[in-house]
């Protein structure tokens, strides 16, 4: 089944403490990115990737980092999490470019305390 | 900069009327148009875009949207409503060719149809 993972789903940490959440595709799409959803605000783009070693930034990178050292993988790292990252995440792949259907993973909720 | 802004923050609808959810974008240049939809507890999952051509969009589920150049706008339409299409819209931007990696949403729109 075509699909986009995340792990974990949900996710309760404390401030400063580093995390990584995962993010894998299995359509052996080029395109990936990561989103966060805050009430109001609908979804903010943090980082995406054209392919394999080639990402950039969306509008709202700061404390985030990421990787993308194979095609099927997209991590989004948190180095030191803060409060203010307290959100709903989403990964999402299309075959090459964002104007390629982009298919979403189901989410990772994370509380920052 | 490209920003987009949904209208309305609900829309209270009862079953079988028909439904706008209005979106308005600005950008200085052309744009690829989008709307996507998420159910309670689910990803997003795309309705409909708009790249080029025609301006009236057929999308999934019996949504269409309608290009405006003129008036900035990429408005979403249904002629009849079901309770399953309960769920939040979002309208998204993408610049035209030469950008196709960032893309902008909107604020959101809650579709709540009653019986």
């Known amino acids: 089944e075509a699909q986009v993972t995340q792990n974990p789903r949900y996710l309760i940490t404390v401030t400063g403490k580093k995390l990584t959440v995962t993010c894998s595709q299995n359509?052996?799409?080029?395109?990936m990115s990561w989103y966060r959803q805050d009430p109001g605000l609908g979804l903010r783009q943090i980082y995406y990737?054209?392919?394999?070693?080639?990402?950039d930034k969306g509008d709202v990178p700061e404390g985030y980092k990421v990787s993308r050292k194979e095609k099927r993988n997209f991590p989004l790292i948190l180095e030191s999490p803060s409060p203010n990252q307290t959100s709903l995440y989403f990964c999402?792949?299309?075959?090459?470019?964002?104007?390629?259907?982009?298919?979403f993973g189901p989410g990772t909720r994370l509380t920052v305390t | 900069a490209q920003s987009v802004t949904q209208l309305d923050s609900q829309v209270p609808v009862f079953e079988e009327a028909p439904v706008e959810l209005r979106c308005n974008y600005s950008s200085s240049v052309s744009v690829y148009l989008f709307w996507y939809v998420q159910y309670p507890n689910q990803g997003l999952q795309l309705l409909l875009k708009?790249?080029?051509?025609?301006?009236l969009v057929k999308g999934i589920n019996g949504f269409e949207a309608e290009f405006n150049k003129s008036q900035t706008s990429f408005h979403l339409r249904k002629p009849s409503v079901h309770i399953s299409d309960t769920a939040e819209y979002f309208c998204?931007?993408?610049?035209?060719?030469?950008?196709?990696?960032?893309?902008?949403f909107g604020q959101g729109t809650t579709l709540q149809v009653k019986p």
């Open positions: 990737s054209m392919n394999v070693e080639v990402t």
């Open positions: 998204a931007v993408s610049l035209g060719p030469g950008n196709t990696g960032k893309l902008i």
């Open positions: 708009y790249l080029s051509g025609s301006t």
């Open positions: 359509m052996n799409h080029e395109y």
């Open positions: 999402a792949s299309s075959l090459n470019r964002v104007t390629y259907e982009q298919y």
